[in-house]
């Protein structure tokens, strides 16, 4: 049965609550829905209460404009209310960097757990155009949802443009063009990609940042630099994964921090 809790500003946030023990909030990424994170909450249930929700703007929440990051903010604060005052938060990709600008806010984030959150810290690739926003605003407006796709997929995420071709026809692909919208809200936390240190600095809450052995070196290259700025951060590698979660090997390791 799915839960609700309704945000600041009145909009509704729907989530899966399971389990038992210490409460847990999940945050997934650009084109997610909570079933991206729904493996890792099956494969932590029997420690934790997990609070797996749909950011705004997708799946079963609702939303409301203008947008602004504060409002996603609030958003995990209903949700941390709703744990019981405080909970740790587990920030996949651009959700990763979400979790870390609430407990920037101040949020009650008990400890943080973040899966490779996506800045951009070195040459290693390109970064994405710096009037992503405007394109992206520009075909969503004329309702040209599947470029939109297809151009954060090629200028953000980095995937070559002869496989986003082939992916037009993908099964997944109409759901992604109905959350299209949402590529303006993970845009607008990235931001120009770079890596605030002086804001990640100011982040006491214990955190555990982690990346996978295969992923894109740009990937990796920011958990490390995330660790290495954050006061009580910690850094580990899962061997062999990539910046797809595996469940059976890194519900292990989120269990382990959060339970030290």
């Keep these: ?87 740790a938060v587990f920030g996949y990709s651009s959700g990763a960097v979400l979790a870390l600008r609430a407990a920037a806010y101040g949020s009650a984030v008990t400890k943080l757990v973040l899966y490779e959150p996506p800045f951009i810290v070195d040459d290693s690739r390109p970064r994405p155009p710096a009037d992503l926003l405007e394109q992206l605003d520009e075909l969503l407006s004329s309702g040209r949802r599947g470029d939109a796709v297809e151009l954060y997929q090629t200028k953000v995420i980095g995937i070559p443009e002869d496989v986003v071709a082939e992916l037009r026809h993908a099964p997944f692909r109409a759901g992604l063009e109905a959350i299209a919208h949402t590529l303006i809200y993970e845009a607008t936390i990235m931001g120009d990609f770079t890596l605030p240190t002086e804001s990640i600095a100011s982040i006491a809450t214990p955190t555990l940042v982690i990346d996978g052995e295969r992923s894109p070196p740009f990937l990796r290259n920011a958990t490390f630099a995330v660790a290495d700025v954050l006061p009580s951060g910690e850094r580990r590698t899962l061997a062999g994964q990539t910046h797809e979660i595996s469940p059976e090997t890194t519900a292990p390791v989120v269990d382990d921090f959060l339970s030290s």
């Design 1 to 87: 049965m799915i839960s609700t809790v309704t945000s600041a500003d009145g909009t509704t946030i729907a989530f899966d609550r399971l389990g038992a023990g210490p409460p847990l909030v999940m945050v997934v990424g650009a084109f997610n829905t909570r079933s991206a994170t729904a493996p890792l909450a099956a494969a932590l249930e029997e420690r934790f209460t997990i609070l797996n929700y749909d950011r705004r703007g997708r799946g079963d929440s609702g939303d409301a404009q203008p947008y602004s990051v504060e409002r996603e903010i609030e958003d995990i604060e209903a949700l941390i209310a709703a744990a019981g005052g405080s909970a």
